[in-house]
């Protein structure tokens, strides 16, 4: 599996932003992709994961809930995250990470960068 992530930028305090994750290779092993972001000097964490076979079932961090919505395009393979009011805290380095099972996320992909200016 292949994970392709693009579409951060630089946006201002209060804007949105849609990153994409397009999955290639086998993907009918996938089982779920969800997104994490790092900030300088912080640790990556969770942001929200969707289930690759059920696109209804979600799941958010707490202080994403909201703010964030994430999606997925079947007949693209590919899974979005929409960021609405944006914060600068949520300046980072977003990735998208596929898991072929509820224990652990398998395959990441080289990451998007969110910058969002006060």
């Known amino acids: 599996v292949q994970l392709q992530a693009s579409g951060g930028g630089l946006v201002q305090a209060g804007g949105s932003l849609r990153v994409s994750c397009a999955a290639s290779?086998?993907?009918?092993?996938?089982?779920?992709v969800g997104w994490y972001r790092q900030a300088p000097g912080k640790e990556r964490e969770f942001v929200a994961a969707v289930s690759w076979r059920d696109i209804s079932v979600t799941y958010y961090a707490d202080s994403m809930k909201g703010r964030f919505t994430i999606s997925r395009d079947s007949a693209k393979n590919t899974v979005y995250l929409q960021m609405n009011n944006l914060k600068p805290e949520d300046t980072a380095v977003y990735y998208c990470?596929?898991?072929?099972?509820?224990?652990?996320?398998?395959?990441w992909g080289q990451g998007t960068q969110v910058t969002v200016s006060s």
């Open positions: 990470a596929a898991g072929l099972s509820s224990a652990d996320y398998t395959y």
């Open positions: 290779g086998r993907t009918f092993c996938i089982y779920r």
